[in-house]
């Protein structure tokens, strides 16, 4: 299977806006969360994944996964589901938490596969 992650230049060639999704700790919501992931940019100064999510109501933000380098992929923890996989336009249970002032995904489940 092939990752879905695209080039910042890429995403902009669709249309996509991925500076309407801030990424503040205060515009993050915490806890556990139930978004739709809409899309995922390679980040551009760390080895991560950008991932850009949209809640019912319109509320919108972005979450990096960074590269788990014990396990050389995208995987949050213990979990199996590598990041870099996630199919995008479907809804996701998230855990967001917060660390050093920074949102943080603890972890994820898509609730549509």
């Known amino acids: 299977m092939e990752n879905n992650v695209l080039a910042w230049g890429t ?13 503040e700790a205060k515009m993050i919501p915490t806890g556990l969360v139930v978004a739709r992931l809409d899309f995922k940019i390679w980040a551009k100064k760390v080895m991560g994944i950008n991932g ?8 919108r933000f972005q979450l990096t996964v960074f590269l788990n380098k014990r396990l ?13 996989f996630c199919p ?15 949102p943080f995904l603890e ?6 596969l």
């Open 11 to 23: 995403a902009l060639q669709l249309g996509l806006r991925p500076k309407d999704y801030p990424y």
């Open 52 to 59: 850009y999510f949209s809640q019912e109501g319109g509320l």
């Open 72 to 84: 050389r992929n995208y995987t949050l923890n213990s979990e199996s589901l590598d990041f870099a």
């Open 88 to 102: 995008v336009d479907y809804r996701y249970e998230l855990k967001i938490g917060i660390r050093k002032g920074r």
């Open 107 to 112: 972890s994820i489940r898509c609730l549509e």
